[in-house]
């Protein structure tokens, strides 16, 4: 009897460790099925705590791929790039090497990104997006060479939030944005805040835009809206809008689609209820609407089968009362990769994203030529950037408008940026003999600080310029009326300068680096002060 009671507690002690070894692994699997649960809801957040949980206890390929997507799917590309490191140790999946690749290529890692392109391509040596990123990556240079064509700068109505599809409407622009606060139960749970809603900007008298305000509940609902196309005088509006529901999501095959809605102004100036445009199979998903300045033609892009690759752009004409079928615009415009938020403009140019043409990184805008025959141009920086560059819209004139990125240095997830394009530098003409002493010894550029750009005409309220002295205005060719201060020669001197205005608060001024003022205005500039001084007793307007 004594004997037989040793082997018994001896049994129970060799299987001790067996099993609590048993229920941990049992206890891990439940872990590993609900982080899959929570990643196929697009809740990133949820799915990467359990995910980074796992990592800890037990080395696994397949959770550090999790953990890197999660990571890049919120935006957080630095840590996405480590989690893929640490997944190269063994080797990746053919499709994870190509995300590996293009998290490196927006992290500015161009040269690893070049070899993990290479070694995608070695097995997969008919891809398309491999290879215009690779072609894109050699010429570089050509990308960067027309930096001083544009004036770029964020717009002042960036929250930490998403804000981006930004259209021209009423004086002012409407966009979309996260901006709201709201309770933790009522976010969108993969990105941890507000679903998207519809909000509208006015342009105050300096040309600034004004708080945002969200538009009528008949248009935002309760879970996201997104882009928007205003036409024939801004009475008409088609939006994007998804079909998202937690409480259904997991009875479903927990897919979120897109879907276009129409919406017309009424007579007291509200926006009717919308009406489902039906475009497509509801199990595909259409979005990112812009409409030609006719009305007749529709362009969007979709996932619908047919296409040459994820999302593709599409154009529907306006039949009797009806959108027509949706044509495909063809592999000249469309590729491998993705093609987003498609901008008609009013001389027939259209400009959208893409990731598949190849570019700096991440989404870039390019911009397709009337009758859409010749390949795309890319804009290149500064508009586009390393990582993702998109929904660009453009001024009647073509001279101003806004596009939305994820660039670094930006206030929040995307944010609104503002460009205006600089006009052609005037043909120099051959200098007189006796002077060519003089041009030798000027500097071929100067630096400037701007304080602000208005497109009011109306000379800034003095209130506004009471701190600073020596304040220039310019009427600019372009239509922008710029106060600046300074002419310097050297960057020093400007950053200098720069620095003491900001201290007087003026927040939002930046150094230019122009060619003199002729890239400024017809002229050297007028001396603010004066400007405030009346004609009949040269005391101050107010």
């Known amino acids: 009897m004594k004997s037989s009671r040793v082997v018994i507690v001896l049994v129970v002690l ?24 929570l990643f196929d809801q697009f809740d990133y957040p949820g799915a990467l705590r359990l995910y980074e949980e796992i990592a800890t206890e037990q080395d696994d390929q397949f959770v550090d791929i999790q953990v890197a997507t999660c990571y890049r799917n919120i935006g957080n590309l630095g840590l996405a790039e480590e989690w893929y490191r640490k997944a190269a140790l063994g080797k990746l999946p053919l499709e994870v090497q190509y995300d590996f690749a293009e998290v490196l290529l927006s992290n500015g890692k161009t040269g690893e990104a070049q070899q993990q392109y290479k070694l995608y391509l070695q097995e997969a040596p008919g891809d398309t997006r491999v290879k215009n990123r690779l072609a894109s990556i050699a010429n570089f240079k050509d990308l960067h060479k027309n930096t001083d064509t544009y004036d770029i700068r964020p717009a002042e109505i960036n929250s930490p939030y998403s804000d981006f599809g930004p259209v021209f409407y009423d004086e002012g622009i409407i966009f979309a944005s996260a ?19 519809l909000f509208f900007s006015k342009y105050d008298e300096n040309g600034r835009l004004g708080t945002p305000e969200k538009l009528t509940k008949s248009i935002n609902s309760k879970y996201h809206e997104g882009p928007a196309t205003l036409y024939e005088d801004g009475t008409k509006m088609i939006f994007t809008r998804n079909n998202f529901d937690p409480k259904t999501s997991e009875k479903t095959d927990k897919t979120v689609r897109l879907q276009l809605f129409y919406s017309q102004k009424e007579e007291n100036g509200s926006w009717g209820k919308p009406e489902l445009i039906q475009l497509s199979d509801e199990k595909y998903s259409v979005g990112h609407p812009s409409v030609s300045k006719d009305g007749k033609t ?5 996932n619908m089968p047919g296409g040459t690759g994820g999302t593709d752009l599409y154009m529907s004409r306006f039949e009797g009362s009806t959108w027509g079928t949706p044509k495909n615009l063809g592999e000249t415009i469309n590729t491998k990769g993705n093609e987003m938020f498609p901008f008609i403009h009013e001389d027939g140019s259209l400009y959208f994203a893409s990731d598949g043409h190849g570019g700096l990184g991440g989404l870039d805008i390019y911009k397709a030529t009337p009758g859409l025959t010749s390949a795309p141009k890319n804009l290149g920086a500064p508009v586009n950037s390393p990582r993702d560059d998109f929904a660009f819209v453009m001024n009647s004139t073509g ?14 997830d995307d944010d609104l940026y503002q460009f205006t394009v600089r006009p052609p530098a005037p043909p120099v003409e051959p200098a007189e003999a006796d002077s060519v002493v003089l041009a030798k010894n000027e500097p071929e550029y100067v630096y400037t600080v701007q304080i602000l750009a208005l497109l009011n005409p109306k000379t800034v309220d003095k209130s506004f310029l009471q701190d600073l002295e020596g ?3 310019h009427d600019g060719k372009d239509g922008f009326h710029r106060y600046t201060f300074g002419e310097y020669t050297g960057l020093d001197n400007a950053l200098e300068t720069l620095g003491k205005i900001r201290d007087k608060g003026y927040e939002d001024a930046f150094i ?9 205005s017809y002229g050297p500039g007028k001396d603010v002060e004066k400007l405030y001084l009346s004609e009949k007793d040269q005391e101050p307007v107010l």
């Open 179 to 197: 901006r709201e606060e709201v309770p933790r139960g009522k976010r969108y749970s993969r990105t941890n805040s507000a679903y998207l809603d």
């Open 14 to 37: 060799f299987s001790c460790p067996a099993l609590i070894a048993q229920k941990n692994e049992i206890k891990r699997a439940k872990k590993l099925e609900r982080a899959q649960q």
């Open 512 to 520: 230019r680096k122009v060619k003199r003022y002729s890239e400024l």
């Open 399 to 412: 001279d101003f408008g806004y596009f939305s990125s994820n660039r670094t240095g930006g206030t929040g």
């Open 298 to 302: 529709l362009y969007f892009s979709s």
């Open 471 to 473: 304040v220039l205005k």
